[in-house]
């Protein structure tokens, strides 16, 4: 099993309550504009602030609390002559 997932058994059940205030959130989402660049992948994106700006307001009227939370992993990924990880 690869490690991204997670035996069913040690996830908790979600209440209800959250699982229908989340899909209130989720059908509010529209698609962010890509403000930002990834000038090594020569790509552009949604920012997490633009995100968390977005989602903040409608997970606070659906009664949801944002909580950020980051991780830090590091990869030896093979590279193209690009330098993006394939």
């Given at each position: ?12 059940a979600m209440p209800v309550e959250i ?15 890509k403000s930002e ?50």
């Amino acid at each position: 099993m690869p490690d991204t997932m997670i035996p069913t058994s040690v996830v908790p059940a979600m209440p209800v309550e959250i699982a229908k205030a989340i899909g209130e959130v989720m059908s509010q989402i529209k698609s962010l504009p890509k403000s930002e660049n990834n000038e090594h992948g020569g790509y552009q994106f949604a920012s997490i602030d633009a995100f968390l700006a977005f989602v903040g307001p409608l997970c606070a009227s659906a009664g949801l609390l944002n909580r950020v939370q980051f991780e830090t992993r590091s990869t030896n990924l093979p590279r193209s002559p690009r330098g993006v990880k394939i």
